[in-house]
């Protein structure tokens, strides 16, 4: 029995054919991108004066006497690349563009193209260039069967600015095709604070992985009326550890001496070290001298890193908080060490005890 | 006798040209899987820019650990590039272990270090004795730990995490630049998704010959050093096109050691990373895997199609030849660790997929491929050696390795199109089919001295590899000197 020669050769000769035509792909993209890059700036060239030309018009009379439809096609790549920088009547008189050039009509039609890029694309679009009256249209994208049009159309939700996004993207943290929590947290971020009422109803109707993502969100927001729903949800030893985290987190950055209280109980009362490090955080933000005491009992926690974020935090009371540390780290033992740690930051660590005996 | 030694050599033959067979389909899957997966990548980058990535509040920040031993040639451009990253909120924790040259003292100089109290946040085993801890007091936010080697990156890494305090911690190796945006982008996956996502890497290039100031690479270009050239065309294949393949299967099994961004939760959930390992990196990701799969928790490990970081790569044979057993010899000690996954349905593709792969493939392949070789001497000393066919097959052998390389150029060409000079890129190609002659046997070769190691259960120790540092630009290029057209 002999190797099949005939079928090698054919397979050797198709395998060196491939390799052919990539080496003449290879060199064809490699002579022509430099004219590629040539052409590309100096049309950017010739439609600037245009699009400053948009731009410079009195809004009210929008892009009358420029002739749109006639501008050549690189005029809507450049349009694109500005939009995300621009704001106000500037960002209003290009989407008019873009709307009068057909750009936003085509990307509605390439929603339900068949390529996934294709569609993500057209909702990345939609969400800068078209006004609220596509919002229900980008929404349904956030069931698409491809997680990155999904992720797309969530974050064009964001972009397009209007809180009615708020709902739909709050439901789309769960289900079947639920969306990455970081994807909606941007998105409802995006939305800024016209968003806030909408998220505190959420934070106490919503499901787990929702409220965790809201209550995280009203932190970032640093929403005040917030801070009593997320001081209940840090007292509810029955709720998730994850909630009561983000609850803790939220409350360090909301920064109210109300929170104190809650956070010093779930500092001294949890058994969970990561709720412990994020109260420890949370009491350091806000600075309140009354969480001295509960914080320098944590320096001997079983946990390192609690020990070393109640150490952090004591820095940040202030004068009340660096005295404590002073006092514990002139002494001997781990929790001088933990104290010495944080008061090094500072450069203020006294110096170590010297054993009996030293010279 | 004659006639037992003839069947014996068709025997092999055969066994040799299923299982290159077998390769050569898996591999050109795996390319075509991620060649079109870096296709779509650059048609449509997604969603988010990475702009809003850095202004997010979102952004999780990162401490980024550096261990090092003997790195005075390229630490503190090493420590520039890491510091200078674009991203809202990171520390460098540089690990100098035991070295015996002025790695220390040249980074004590530049950033002022001051000794402090190390402000612990784990309490991982290590078992090199701390020597004593120190931080910058130029305002760089650089904490530094001495310590003594036992000889393993692992024990450097732990202590490193020991005292890490961000929610992410991402290894750099001491001898590689990265990108100004390199955290940013392998960081994204996390800000989307942080629930899922445990790991993520990006791709890594050889920084030999290419220029570079302070810590930026300004011009990539090749080294003039063959052996240098042939591990370009290896990353790129490897990280262009392979681990792309594999992610996009979900079954990637290795974030480079170079450069690789993880939880830091989990890392102290599983221990650290294994100190007995020479695969420190592969073994932590599935190491991970196995963890996350058996509490039941979700787990990603995202691959960034996008270069990130430059590394120095081995100049020499000799320093080849240690690297490549280095990682043959963990190969055999990650897959015998984990072995009861291998296989095993319960571990998804992983279980399936990636880790039969590389039993089969990466651990298995020198044997087969020397196998094959000492049949061919063999068949020629009996005189039963068919010139005609052994050519054909040679031949094949050597165009589907020269097709699979070409692939990796061509994508490399038409997507991120690093090398701007066409010598360059014509050197890669060239580098792509001289690599079959000679490099390849002899890659087959050290690979199976690391397989014997392991087999024999010789002591893993961690050889360092001699430093060159990176080339200055003090004579750039005509290209860079020239204005850019109007």
Not at chain 2, 134 to 146: C, E, K, Q, S
Request: net charge neutral; hydrophobic share 50%; aromatic share 4%.
């Amino acid at each position: 029995m002999s190797p099949p020669v005939g079928p090698a050769l054919l397979a050797g000769a198709g395998v060196t054919v491939l390799i052919v035509v990539l080496l003449a792909t290879v060199a064809t993209a490699h002579l022509l991108r430099g004219r590629r890059s040539a052409r590309d700036a100096r049309r950017t060239r010739e439609l600037m004066p245009l699009v400053h030309a948009l731009l410079d018009d009195d809004p009210a009379d929008g892009t009358a006497g420029i002739d749109i439809a006639g501008a050549p096609a690189g005029l809507d790549e450049i349009v694109l690349d500005l939009l995300p920088q621009l704001r106000g009547s500037d960002r209003q008189v290009l989407r008019q563009v873009l709307a009068e050039r057909g750009v936003v009509a085509r990307a509605v039609a390439d929603l339900s193209a068949r390529r996934s890029w294709r569609r993500g694309r057209a909702v990345a679009l939609l969400g800068s260039a078209a006004g609220g009256q596509h919002i229900a249209t980008m929404a349904a994208r956030l069931q698409d069967r491809s997680l990155e049009v999904r992720c797309a159309a969530a974050r064009a939700l964001g972009k397009a600015g209007e809180p009615a996004a708020v709902a739909p993207l709050l439901r789309a943290t769960s289900g079947a095709r639920a969306l990455p929590q970081g994807v909606v947290g941007m998105a409802l971020l995006d939305l800024g604070t016209s968003s806030l009422p909408v998220l505190r109803e959420a934070l106490v109707a919503g499901d787990g992985p929702a409220r965790q993502l809201v209550a995280e969100l009203l932190g970032v927001h640093g929403d005040l009326s917030a801070a009593p729903l997320l001081e209940g949800l840090l007292r509810d030893t029955g709720e998730g550890t994850g909630v009561r985290r983000a609850a803790a987190g939220a409350l360090g950055r909301i920064g109210s001496p109300t929170s104190t209280e809650p956070l010093v109980r779930a500092l001294s009362g949890s058994a969970d070290a990561s709720l412990q490090r994020t109260s420890a955080e949370a009491l350091g933000r806000i600075g309140d001298p009354v969480a001295t005491a509960p914080l320098l009992a944590g320096l001997a926690a079983s946990d390192v890193a609690v020990r070393a974020a109640c150490a952090d935090a004591l820095v940040r009371l202030g004068r009340e908080g660096r005295a404590a540390l002073q006092d514990v780290a002139s002494g001997p033992g781990a929790v001088a060490d933990v104290a010495r740690a944080a008061l090094d930051q500072l450069g203020t660590t006294p110096s170590r005890p010297q054993p009996a005996g030293a010279r | 006798m004659t006639e037992v030694l003839h069947d014996v050599v068709l025997t092999a033959s055969w066994t040799v040209l299923g299982y290159t067979l077998l390769l050569d389909l898996s591999m050109l899957a795996l390319v075509l899987l991620g060649a079109r997966r870096v296709a779509e990548a650059r048609r449509w980058k997604g969603a988010e820019g990475y702009g809003e990535i850095f202004a997010s509040p979102l952004t999780p920040a990162v401490s980024l650990l550096v261990p090092a031993h003997d790195e005075e040639a390229g630490i503190l451009d090493t420590l520039q590039a890491a510091l200078g990253q674009r991203y809202p909120a990171l520390e460098v924790v540089l690990v100098d272990d035991g070295s015996t040259d002025r790695t220390f003292e040249l980074v004590a100089e530049r950033y002022q270090l001051a000794e402090i109290n190390p402000r612990r946040t784990a309490e991982l085993p290590v078992d090199g004795e701390i020597l004593s801890v120190h931080r910058a007091t130029t305002g760089d936010p650089l904490v530094v730990i001495r310590k003594t080697s036992v000889g393993r990156r692992s024990d450097a890494l732990n202590a490193a995490l020991n005292v890490a305090r961000h929610p992410l911690v991402c290894m750099v190796d001491a001898d590689s630049l990265l990108e100004e945006d390199a955290l940013l982008r392998v960081a994204r996956p996390f800000v989307e998704d942080p629930a899922d996502v445990i790991a993520a890497g990006g791709v890594i290039r050889a920084a030999n010959g290419a220029l570079t100031d302070r810590g930026t690479v300004l011009e990539p270009r090749l080294s003039r050093n063959w052996l240098v050239r042939i591990q370009g065309v290896e990353y790129l294949r490897s990280f262009l096109l392979g681990r792309t393949g594999w992610a996009d299967a979900n079954a990637l099994l290795i974030i480079s050691g170079a450069f690789g961004l993880f939880r830091r939760d989990l890392l102290l959930e599983i221990g650290g990373l294994d100190p007995r390992s020479l695969a420190e990196d592969a073994e932590l990701v599935v190491s991970l895997l196995e963890h996350q799969r058996r509490v039941g928790a979700p787990h990603r490990v995202v691959f960034v199609p996008e270069p990130v970081c430059w590394t120095e790569v081995p100049e020499t044979w000799r320093v080849l030849a240690r690297q490549r057993q280095r990682w043959s010899h963990g190969l055999a000690q990650l897959l015998w660790k984990h072995r009861r996954m291998i296989g095993n349905p319960r571990f998804g593709p992983i279980g399936t997929m990636a880790l039969p792969f590389f039993l089969l493939f990466e651990l298995l392949g020198p044997v087969v491929e020397i196998l094959g070789l000492a049949a061919v001497a063999v068949a020629a000393g009996l005189g039963i050696l068919d010139l005609g066919i052994a050519a054909v097959m040679v031949g094949l052998a050597m165009a589907v390795g020269t097709l699979l390389s070409t692939t990796a150029v061509a994508v490399e060409e038409l997507t991120y199109h690093r090398y701007q000079r066409g010598r360059d890129v014509l050197t890669l190609i060239v580098a792509g089919l001289v690599e079959n002659v000679g490099y390849r046997q002899a890659h087959a070769w050290f690979r199976l001295r690391g397989l014997v190691a392991a087999l024999t259960r010789r002591d893993p120790v961690w050889t360092a590899m001699p430093r060159v540092g990176f080339a200055r630009d003090d004579a750039p290029s005509a290209e860079l000197l020239v204005p850019a057209p109007r």
